[in-house]
């Protein structure tokens, strides 16, 4: 099954401003993904990791730098877009209508690396459990 083949699992939890967050953690211990926002409730982050698990696995992927455009027609309808910040690190983003659902949550030295991070998370969403953990 899905949960068998995850490697990682969803932490959902409060930060210190009371607003409720996600990360998914890889069990070697790397945080892989990173909820974007706090939310007002512990359900408004299960919903969003819900939403992860639904659209990343079949996000297109665009890369910023190269102007890359997603494709018109199939896939999940949601982009992974792969950018380099101010501080010249890869770094991508899961954008859902517009919205941003998820991001990389750390900058990686390469593009390569940025893009293998993203494949851990749209191999190992669907699958992952959601655990409450103490901040």
Known sequence: TDAVASKATFERF??????????????NG??????????????????????VRD??????VVDTARDEEPEEEGG????????EDNEQRWRWRLVDDD????DS????????GCRKGMRSV??????????????
């Open 14 to 27: 409060e930060d210190t401003a009371g607003e409720h967050r996600f990360r998914l953690r890889h069990r």
């Open 30 to 51: 790397n945080i892989i993904a990173d909820g974007s926002d706090g939310m007002e409730t512990a359900e408004a982050a299960t919903d969003r990791i819900e939403r």
């Open 55 to 60: 659209v990343a696995p079949g996000a297109y």
């Open 76 to 83: 999940s309808g949601a982009v992974f877009e792969i950018f």
């Open 99 to 102: 919205t941003v659902i998820a």
């Open 105 to 112: 949550g750390q900058g990686y030295a390469s593009k390569q």
């Open 122 to 135: 749209t191999k190992n969403c669907r699958g992952a459990p959601v655990e409450d953990v103490e901040e």
